[in-house]
């Protein structure tokens, strides 16, 4: 079997090396890929487009295509691999609206009946300026369409919403065309993603996601600066109820509609003193939640994604994890997450350890030697039977990989180690 896998980050990497250990031994493509991805499946050089892809799938006479991020399932990448006779892994583009619109995803979960942060639409800067004088501090903006994790501003006070809405309608830093103005939610976050077939769900494990660039949670957002599986205190009965609440009210609403979600459901929580709410949907596998999550899965990914493209393919199915603990570490460019440094020499990955999984984002090859290329570069995974042991691994592996202006942040699973420390 031959499979191609879209897309240039930590997460296609990850799901890449997932593929590597099936028992299929399929043949791995990946478009366009990076310098890491390529030690492990064939790149092809393509700019990713939608065009582009189905003609190579097509040429490469591909038996299964897997959409690694967001913007080409938005896009419509899997509506037109289907109608081309290729089979593929994810949501249609009208599904991926869930992740293409905040507001678009609001009505949904209006209408589902799934609980989140009270809100309001604001379509131009003199509603916005409008809505602020009588909003509770501190707020959430949020662009309406995709903004690679970055386009969410928490502001502490009015004037911190001022200067956001300058940002989302006069800068136009998100291209965005409506904001959304959300209430701002205590608590911790929590991370669950779903299989699904249109009917079925069928949860991963959870994880917790660092979304800012600073530790202590301090700093803009980013697309995610580390993340650990499993989570303490969320046993299978507890994500089975998280997925009646969040995950399966959305996958009867929309097959319902006639536009049924196949692929991963990923809702993105706020585990508040009234309950879970969702913070956001997206419509693939998270990054870098995957590179956490899917070294522990033991089931067979071939075989979920195949089961999930059809309707009620996935009925009686589960995902069964090691119990293991995964904690992923990202070392990100200098300047990130408002720019990044490319062409910088990337030394000591020879000296990681083996039992370390490090994949690769924003990475290249020049004159023979590893450098970074984007501003999310590595992902390094270490494995334990406890949280600290996990944490240790990952970041002793971490310390010996160098480039300049290197990133990451310091508390990654802190709170885990703690948690299990104390129970």
């Known amino acids: 079997m031959r499979i191609l896998v879209v897309g240039s980050g930590g997460r296609e990497h990850a799901i890449v090396r997932s593929l590597v250990r099936s028992p299929a031994e399929p043949e791995l493509l990946c478009a366009p890929g990076n310098a890491g991805i390529a030690t492990d499946a064939r790149c092809l050089a393509i700019d990713g487009g939608v065009a582009a892809v ?3 799938a097509v040429a490469e006479s591909c038996d299964l295509v897997i959409v690694g991020p967001e913007a080409p ?9 289907e109608a081309a006779g290729v089979p593929a892994f994810g949501p249609s583009a009208e599904a991926a609206r869930l992740e293409g619109s905040k507001v678009h995803a609001k009505a949904l979960m209006a209408e589902a ?8 639409v604001l379509r131009s ?3 916005a300026l409008e809505h602020l004088s009588c909003a509770s501090y501190p707020a959430v903006l949020k662009a309406d369409g995709l903004a690679a994790g970055k386009g969410v501003i928490i502001c502490a006070t009015e004037a911190e919403a001022r200067a956001a809405v300058e940002t989302f309608f006069v800068e136009r830093r998100f291209g965005a065309t409506e904001v959304v103005l959300e209430e701002y939610l205590e608590g911790e976050e ?7 077939d249109g009917e079925n769900v069928v949860p991963l494990a959870p994880a917790q996601d660092y979304k800012r660039i600073f530790d202590g949670d301090r700093g803009p957002n980013t697309g995610g600066m580390g993340s650990y599986s499993p989570v303490p205190g969320f046993d299978a009965g507890r994500i089975e109820e998280i997925a009646d609440t969040v995950h399966r009210p959305i996958v009867e609403l ?3 509609r006639g536009t049924p979600f196949h692929g991963v459901l990923y809702a993105g929580l706020m585990l508040t003193a009234g309950g879970p709410r969702v913070l956001e949907f997206n419509a693939r596998f998270g990054d870098p939640e995957t590179q956490a999550v899917l070294p522990r899965l033991t089931t067979d990914l071939l075989d979920l994604c195949l ?6 393919g996935l009925a009686g199915a589960e995902a069964a994890f090691a119990d293991d603990w995964d904690v992923t570490v990202v070392l990100a460019s200098a300047g990130y997450p408002e720019s990044s440094s490319s062409g910088d020499p990337i030394t000591g990955l020879d000296r990681v350890p083996e039992d370390v999984e490090v994949t690769h984002a924003g990475t290249a090859r020049s004159g023979g030697g590893l450098v970074t290329a984007g501003g999310r570069v590595l992902s390094v995974t270490g494995r334990g039977a406890t949280p600290g042991e996990a944490r240790e691994r990952a970041y002793a592996a971490a310390e010996l990989i160098e480039f300049e202006g290197k990133q990451m942040r310091t508390d990654i699973a802190a709170r885990a180690v703690q948690t299990a420390a104390a129970g």
């Not at 399932?73 to 691999?81: M, N, P, S, T």
């Not at 089961?307 to 009620?312: L, T, Y």
């Open 113 to 120: 009946g799934v609980p989140t942060a009270g809100h309001a």
């Open 73 to 81: 399932l938005v896009d419509g990448l899997v509506d037109a691999l």
């Open 54 to 56: 189905v003609a190579a």
């Open 254 to 256: 929309l097959r319902r």
């Open 307 to 312: 089961a999930s493209r059809e309707p009620g």
């Open 125 to 127: 800067r003199t509603e």
């Open 190 to 196: 929590l991370s669950l993603l779903a299989l699904c």
